[in-house]
């Protein structure tokens, strides 16, 4: 590890360093010796103790302590200038610059979808979760969550006993199992998976925390469902996120009897999409329903990139043909031939009013 990365390492993980504050130094300054000249030179505001904890040269001796620990837990680490650094938190608010993870860091790269919920959730909110998980990873879309108690344990587990990936974005140090109960759920995403987290070493979680996981959770995730929760719900947070990061946030509906889906019936009748079907979530990913009681499935080879366009609008709705030509900016010859091969191969049917819609 180069000498700057070693001390920022170092700095990130010395008791009662604020970690906003570091953020700021980090990106502030590119190198070591111009960080402590500037402390040195007043520039730079700290605290006694962690001045002394710089300035005293110990770091040196104890950065090796901390490698030591680090290759004894498998842990490996990324900075926010490193090659492997995942590009889909480049440009969220607030950039992590250090993260810790154990597992495969590429999946941050792949097609992934968040699933949350409340630590408290009913056995409906539990079969919906597996249902929805299942069905993602079976489509080849690693499951993303916060390893809580409740639907996000829920969702981790459906995409493991589905031979899937999943991704734990971690409230605390790293190597901190949080809650206890989730040690086997930990250890399983750690060989199979991805548990990442921006917190130093064996820092417990933190309230406070838990709005700094959301964003990261967001940041990795291609869109967001929230499959039960109340209100208030923590949830709600990781919302927020996926709104300002401009990402589709789906929430599965509930009984409006049910304190459990309060939160979740509150997004929908807030303007956030309503997911009765997996599909509905999947269509993002150009994914459709492949079982014979549902109808079709573009994952032919046959289909070409218009027909397979095509299908991702109608799931969402029945269309004209002049709507498709408006929506797709393609000539009408081309969409006729297409919307042609498309009903003799069974995917839709032009009903009486020459809308077009899928064949469920």
Not at 287 to 308: A, H, M, T, Y
Request: negative net charge; proline residues 4%.
């Amino acid at each position: 590890m180069l000498r700057n990365d070693l001390f920022w390492l170092y700095l990130h993980n010395i008791d009662k360093m604020n970690l906003n504050v570091f953020s700021k130094l980090y990106f502030k300054y590119s190198d070591v010796d111009e960080f402590i000249k500037g402390i040195f030179n007043d520039e730079i505001s700290l605290s006694t103790e962690v001045k002394n904890e710089i300035l005293n040269e110990n770091w040196k001796l104890k950065c090796k302590d901390l490698l030591d620990f680090i290759e004894k837990h498998n842990i490996h680490i990324t900075f926010y200038h490193s090659d492997n650094y995942p590009f889909c938190l480049k440009n969220i608010e607030f950039p992590p610059p250090i993260l810790y993870y154990i597992g495969d860091l590429q999946l941050t790269g792949g097609n992934n979808i968040a699933v949350i919920g409340s630590r408290k959730y009913s056995s409906y909110g539990k079969e919906c979760t597996r249902y929805f998980c299942d069905t993602f990873v079976k489509n080849d879309i690693c499951v993303v969550s916060g390893m809580a108690e409740g639907i996000d344990a829920c969702a981790h587990w459906s995409a493991i006993n589905n031979n899937g990936k999943t991704i734990a974005v971690l409230a605390c140090g790293i190597d901190y199992i949080y809650p206890s109960s989730n040690r086997n759920l930990y250890e399983e995403i750690c060989k199979t998976g991805l548990v990442i987290s921006e917190f130093p070493l064996s820092v417990r979680p933190q309230k406070p925390y838990f709005p700094y996981r959301n964003r990261i959770i967001a940041g990795l995730s291609d869109c967001l469902v929230v499959a039960e929760a109340g209100l208030p719900s923590g949830t709600l947070t990781t919302v927020d996120h996926c709104l300002e990061q401009n990402k589709n946030v789906y929430a599965i509906p509930g009984s409006i009897h049910s304190t459990t889906s309060a939160g979740s019936n509150f997004l929908i009748k807030s303007g956030c999409i309503c997911a009765v079907d997996p599909y509905d979530i999947l269509a993002e990913f150009g994914r459709f329903r492949v079982d014979k009681d549902s109808g079709p499935i573009p994952d032919d080879e046959n289909l070409d990139d218009l027909q397979k366009d095509i299908l991702k609008l109608l799931c969402v709705e029945s269309l004209s043909v002049y709507q498709l030509e408006e929506s797709l900016s393609v000539d009408a010859a081309s969409l006729n031939v297409a919307l042609v091969m498309l009903e003799i191969n069974g995917y839709v049917i032009k009903d009486a009013g020459a809308n077009y819609y899928l064949k469920r």
